[in-house]
Structures are given as structure tokens and as C-alpha cells.
């Protein structure tokens, strides 16, 4: 295990842009799979692999490039390592860039499902502000101690493990699931 993470530090400082976009898009997948299968309880017979596929290209294409986007303009806003600097971040992070990010994720989402857009904008309408609840409960203290413990090139992968689950969640089927019956 340690040789593991020995390689993944060389690549990391060989080609760190390119190692986050994995990071995250391997994330996701992860997290598509756990809600699958421990959420859902949908058994391996009944994974649906098409959505974990969709979801891995969420993680490749906008989750990893655009949190790594982030954290660096985070950076450059908010500089130092403080226990106060971490805490404006978290602040600046939760104020400006959580609430976009989520509304863009769900969106996309949406559009790879194959929703109409009047579908999409239905299933933003019933989703975004559970959501949105759902990140502030779980994010200010995981970004603290985030933006406090770790350094800038690992942050963003603590971000997509932590949310995943919750991304993954807030979609309509999920939320159907754990409704009661009528």
C-alpha cells in the first residue's frame, strides 16, 4: 500500500492536472457504485453500469477540472494555511462556489440522463434545495478542516470522495427510493 501511494506523489508531481481529472472521475465511479449498491441495495445483478459510466464522465470531465480550477482561484483569494484562513475559505467556498457547483452538477446530470429541458428544470426545482441543505450540513466542517490539515494538490480529492454520496443522493431516483409509499 505504501508503494501505491509512493507512485501516486511521483505522478502527482509529474502530472498533476492530469492525475486529479483520474482522481475524480475514479471517485465518482466509486461513489456511484457505494450508492448503488449499499444505498440502493441494488445487488451486483442489478447494477446498473451505464450509470456508473455516466457518472465517472461527470467525474473526469467537470467534477475534476472544475474543483481543481477552484481550489487554485480559492488560493489565490484566500492565502495561508491558518486556522482563519481556512475558515475564510470554507466561507468563500460555501457562499459563491458551493451553490453554482451543485446547480451545474445537477443540471448536467439531468442532460446526460436523457431529461428534456423542462424535465430538467422540474427535477432542479424538487432537488436543489434539498441538496443544497444536505452540503451545508456535511461541507463547512469537512472544507475547515480540509482547507486547515490538507495541502492544496490532495484538497480536491477529499472534496470528490466526501461528495460523491451526497451528489449521487440528491437525484430524483434516490429520492424517490427512500420516499414512503403513498
Known sequence: MASLWRSYQVLMGRHPWTVQIVTAGSL????????????????????????????MSIGFFFVG???????????????????SAAFKKMTV???????????????????????TVEE??????????????SNYYLWPPVQIANFYFIPLHHSHEISVAASAPLLLGATPSRRQQRAPPP
Open 28 to 55: 465518482v465511479g466509486v461513489g456511484d457504485i457505494i450508492a448503488q449498491q449499499l444505498i440502493e441495495r441494488r445487488g451486483l445483478a442489478g447494477h446498473n453500469v451505464r450509470r456508473t459510466a455516466k457518472m
Open 65 to 83: 477540472p472544475v474543483i481543481g480550477s477552484w481550489y487554485r482561484v480559492l488560493d489565490r483569494l484566500v492565502a495561508g494555511g491558518s486556522k
Open 93 to 115: 467556498d460555501q457562499l459563491c462556489f458551493a451553490p453554482c457547483f451543485l446547480g451545474a452538477f445537477l443540471a448536467l446530470s439531468g442532460v446526460l440522463n436523457g431529461l
Open 120 to 133: 430538467n428544470v422540474a427535477k432542479m426545482r424538487r432537488d436543489y434545495t434539498d441538496a443544497l441543505i
